[in-house]
């Protein structure tokens, strides 16, 4: 018998509920769809496509954050490295407390490997070279200022990357709300539509759904054997899972692709895709996973293997 899984994928849980709301749209009053309706449906998908939107805008502003951070930390590290060589001229080679009161406090001569040690660090120097005039060189900019300056901005990149983890955290949880939410009603109206349409109905097509009176949809699928062929062409070898018919196959570039996106095609063994044809970016791994589909559905989809297309 086949089965209507509840994907869970954003994008790909949005294109079942968009099915199901358009088949809302044709057959919901005449069938008496009571407790799932087109509007509630419809209500959901665009909480989850909101929270979704704003979810990965956020993660984007993130990655700008971290960008900021981190080169404000190299500033840091750069600058704390020629303080510790100035010192050295003046101080023995080994940690002792006039180390310490120069800022190094943790029995050891080393810039601190962690970013917060090194904010910590930039602090204390900023304070010893005001009082300390004698270890000043400005030609090398070894000065209190400049120690208060790289403070400062290590500081500020950090209380915004702290503050966006909040924020990215707070925006997931709404995302992850309004997934189970178009999730529950998925199922709601799946069992509904149970009650008014026989396992055999063929109006459950009109909904997206497989027909539960359906032969059953294709096994697991093993993962596909990918070749570079050159001049932007890849092949796929793979064997189609018990009861399919043919293969979907589906791409993902990481940092590019928040989901993955599926090829158009019906493919059979061994298929040739063309780059150009299939819009692949060149000389960058793609992940590739490969699915089996019959009359009653699609099947699960393979573990993902990588290749870089030439």
């Not at 309706?37 to 805008?57: C, F, G, N, P």
């Not at 925006?171 to 529950?184: G, H, M, N, S, V």
């Not at 570039?253 to 996106?261: F, K, L, M």
């Not at 819009?279 to 490969?290: M, S, V």
């Amino acid at each position: 018998m086949a089965a209507n899984p509840i994907p869970t994928k954003v994008a790909e849980l949005l294109l079942m509920a968009e099915d199901a709301a358009d088949g809302l749209t044709q057959l919901g009053v005449t069938l008496g769809v009571a407790q799932n309706t087109e509007a509630k449906v419809r209500a959901d998908i665009s909480a989850l496509r909101t929270t979704q939107t704003a979810y990965e805008a956020e993660r984007a502003d993130q990655s700008v954050r971290v960008a900021d951070q981190s080169l404000e930390d190299e500033n840091a590290k750069a600058w704390l490295t020629k303080y510790r060589r100035r010192l050295s001229f003046f101080l023995p080679d080994s940690w002792t407390p006039q180390w310490g009161e120069a800022g190094f406090s943790d029995g050891s001569t080393a810039v601190p490997k962690t970013i917060g040690g090194r904010q910590e660090l930039l602090a204390s120097a900023g304070t010893f070279l005001t009082a300390n005039t004698q270890y000043v060189d400005g030609t090398l900019d070894i000065q209190g200022t400049r120690a208060e300056y790289l403070y400062d901005q290590l500081s500020e990149a950090r209380n915004l990357v702290n503050a966006g983890t909040a924020t990215v955290e707070t925006k997931k949880q709404a995302r992850d709300e309004a997934l189970a939410a178009l999730t529950k009603r998925m199922r709601g109206l799946l069992d509904e539509l149970a009650q008014l349409l026989s396992p055999t109905d063929e109006r459950w097509y009109v909904f997206g759904f497989n027909a539960p009176g359906d032969p059953a949809t294709p096994e697991d699928a093993a993962p596909p054997q990918l070749s570079a062929l050159g001049d932007g062409n890849l092949q796929a070898i793979f064997t189609l899972p018990r009861r399919a018919d043919y293969a979907h196959l589906w791409v993902q570039q990481d940092g590019v692709d928040p989901e993955p996106r599926r090829l158009d095609g019906q493919f059979q063994s061994p298929a040739l895709l063309s780059a150009g044809d299939f819009n692949l970016p060149l000389n960058t791994p793609l992940q590739f996973t490969l699915a089996g589909v019959n009359p009653a559905g699609t099947g699960p989809q393979s573990s993902p293997v990588t290749v870089t297309i030439t």
